[in-house]
């Protein structure tokens, strides 16, 4: 555990910079990559402690992977035939891997058991484990298979109709993956439509898959029994590493250029409340990358922000960036609010508490409610100890308002950035 001490504030920022591949892209290409029928080639991985965990995953379940001289990945993909992994799966910190690879396990007919570190055992896993167990799955674990570890034996599934309730893209890509090996159809209805980059890295893997936008909510269909073609992925750069950068420049002087950003608009919520808040945010260079829309985001710092409402249908967008969206919120003019929001209390950390808790300690006006907060702005922050609680957002998050904030911050765990951005504190150095 590595302390951390920031001064602030920074005069400005300056410069350009492509952040980390995006995380949610990168888990998705290693076990899609498995899934599929012959070697499909990586480009950009993220290399971060999440994502190894998958990747040490696939590899105990006898997947062969090799990374070439450039760094792209190779994978032999198995075609859904598996070997019975040897030991325990350890996804240690990542609720991808643990809820992608349930869907993954609950199509083989062997035994795992599947775990995770001291966090991802405290984090409700039921949302998986009961429609896997429907398809006809079997799995166990503590608190009824709530919580980590589990235990799995699979094979012989059968398609089934979900509501997915809390938007999760989680459950929804678990849930189609099993479906993948499944008898008849698999059908995912939610009420918002949570990011889709299964659906479209399936469409790159030569799946058919059916989505239809209506009244009753975002539907995915798929038939069971299909292959997946190996092919080329390229990872784009994670709009939620990208974020905080974003933020800085908009909270200082100085203009940034964020290259290659993922703006997929299930995930690009932030940037959008950004613009709503008043802040100047440009993206240029649009284009498209293995099937995801990609742009290079340019940013001028120093516009008056003002404050902003985030309904719970907004809230999926721009899930991971909620901590670092309530430190601009304190920095913005008049009174914010997020609600619908309750699914933050069970992430890496409970994020409602560690966002009201930091703000306060850096002299913000904050309400706490079950299902979100409220921000009084603007506030001249003031530098001060941070309790990360182990969870890279916040760190980073608090990293970013503590350059802001007057005087001297303390980042009591830095490390934990190594969980989606290992570059982090290198990165801040360049800009500033
Ligand atoms: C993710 C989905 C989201 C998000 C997480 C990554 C994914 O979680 O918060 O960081 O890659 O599918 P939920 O599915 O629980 O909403």
Same mark, same amino acid.
């Given at each position: 555990?590595?302390?951390?001490?920031?001064?602030?504030?920074?005069?400005?920022?300056?410069?350009?910079?492509?952040?980390?591949?995006?995380?949610?892209?990168?888990?998705?290409?290693?076990?899609?990559?498995?899934?599929?029928?012959?070697?499909?080639?990586?480009?950009?991985?993220?290399?971060?402690?999440?994502?190894?965990?998958?990747?040490?995953?696939?590899?105990?379940?006898?997947?062969?992977?090799?990374?070439?001289?450039?760094?792209?990945?190779?994978?032999?993909?198995?075609?859904?035939?598996?070997?019975?992994?040897?030991?325990?799966?350890?996804?240690?910190?990542?609720?991808?891997?643990?809820?992608?690879?349930?869907?993954?396990?609950?199509?083989?007919?062997?035994?795992?058991? &599947?775990?995770?570190?001291?966090? *991802?055992?405290?984090?409700?896993?039921?949302?998986?484990?009961?429609? +896997? @167990? #429907? $398809? /006809? =799955?079997?799995?166990?674990?503590?608190?009824?298979?709530?919580?980590?570890?589990?235990?799995?034996?699979?094979?012989?599934?059968?398609?089934?109709?979900?509501?997915?309730?809390?938007?999760?893209?989680?459950?929804?890509?678990?849930?189609?993956?099993?479906?993948?090996?499944?008898?008849?159809?698999?059908?995912?209805?939610?009420?918002?439509?949570?990011?889709?980059?299964?659906?479209?890295?399936?469409?790159?893997?030569?799946?058919?898959?059916?989505?239809?936008?209506?009244?009753?909510?975002?539907?995915?269909?798929?038939?069971?029994?299909?292959?997946?073609?190996?092919?080329?992925?390229?990872?784009?750069?994670?709009?939620?590493?990208?974020?905080?950068?974003?933020?800085?420049?908009?909270?200082?002087?100085?203009? &940034?250029?964020?290259?290659?950003? *993922?703006?997929?608009?299930?995930?690009?919520?932030?940037?959008?409340? +950004? @613009? #709503? $808040? /008043? =802040?100047?945010?440009?993206?240029?260079?649009?284009?498209?990358?293995?099937?995801?829309?990609?742009?290079?985001?340019?940013?001028?710092?120093?516009?008056?922000?003002?404050?902003?409402?985030?309904?719970?249908?907004?809230?999926?967008?721009?899930?991971?960036?909620?901590?670092?969206?309530?430190?601009?919120?304190?920095?913005?003019?008049?009174?914010?609010?997020?609600?619908?929001?309750?699914?933050?209390?069970?992430?890496?950390?409970?994020?409602?508490?560690?966002?009201?808790?930091?703000?306060?300690?850096?002299?913000?006006?904050?309400?706490?409610?079950?299902?979100?907060?409220?921000?009084?702005?603007?506030?001249?922050?003031?530098?001060?100890?941070?309790?990360?609680?182990?969870?890279?957002?916040?760190?980073?998050?608090?990293?970013?308002?503590?350059?802001?904030?007057?005087?001297?911050?303390?980042?009591?765990?830095?490390?934990?950035?190594?969980?989606?951005?290992?570059?982090?504190?290198?990165?801040?150095?360049?800009?500033?």
């Amino acid at each position: 555990m590595k302390t951390i001490e920031l001064e602030g504030p920074v005069k400005g920022v300056k410069g350009e910079l492509r952040v980390p591949s995006d995380k949610s892209i990168s888990h998705r290409a290693v076990i899609l990559g498995a899934l599929a029928k012959g070697t499909t080639k990586v480009y950009s991985w993220l290399r971060s402690a999440d994502t190894l965990a998958t990747l040490s995953i696939i590899k105990a379940l006898g997947v062969e992977v090799k990374e070439d001289a450039e760094g792209v990945l190779l994978i032999k993909g198995k075609n859904y035939v598996f070997e019975e992994p040897k030991d325990v799966l350890n996804a240690e910190n990542s609720g991808t891997t643990a809820r992608l690879m349930m869907g993954v396990l609950s199509t083989q007919p062997f035994f795992s058991v &599947l775990t995770g570190d001291e966090s *991802l055992r405290r984090r409700p896993m039921l949302r998986v484990v009961e429609p +896997l @167990r #429907e $398809m /006809g =799955a079997f799995i166990d674990g503590r608190e009824k298979g709530n919580k980590l570890p589990v235990s799995i034996r699979g094979g012989d599934l059968k398609g089934i109709s979900f509501f997915n309730k809390k938007a999760s893209a989680q459950v929804k890509s678990s849930l189609m993956l099993a479906g993948l090996r499944a008898e008849g159809i698999t059908e995912i209805v939610e009420p918002v439509l949570s990011r889709d980059h299964t659906e479209r890295m399936l469409g790159a893997f030569g799946v058919k898959l059916t989505t239809i936008p209506e009244e009753r909510g975002h539907i995915v269909k798929l038939k069971g029994g299909q292959e997946l073609v190996a092919t080329d992925i390229f990872c784009p750069a994670d709009p939620s590493s990208a974020a905080f950068f974003c933020a800085l420049a908009v909270l200082a002087q100085g203009e &940034l250029l964020l290259k290659d950003v *993922l703006v997929n608009p299930t995930r690009d919520g932030f940037y959008r409340k +950004l @613009r #709503e $808040m /008043g =802040a100047d945010v440009e993206y240029v260079n649009e284009r498209e990358v293995s099937g995801e829309p990609v742009a290079d985001i340019k940013v001028k710092g120093g516009k008056p922000l003002k404050a902003v409402k985030v309904s719970g249908e907004e809230v999926p967008s721009m899930i991971d960036e909620m901590p670092i969206l309530a430190v601009v919120m304190s920095m913005s003019e008049g009174r914010s609010e997020v609600r619908g929001a309750s699914e933050l209390r069970v992430k890496e950390s409970d994020r409602i508490k560690a966002v009201v808790e930091n703000l306060r300690a850096m002299g913000a006006v904050v309400e706490e409610f079950e299902d979100g907060f409220a921000v009084e702005g603007p506030s001249k922050l003031k530098g001060s100890k941070v309790k990360t609680y182990g969870d890279h957002r916040i760190a980073m998050a608090f990293a970013v308002a503590g350059l802001v904030a007057e005087g001297k911050t303390l980042i009591d765990d830095a490390d934990c950035v190594n969980i989606s951005y290992p570059s982090f504190f290198n990165d801040l150095k360049k800009i500033l």
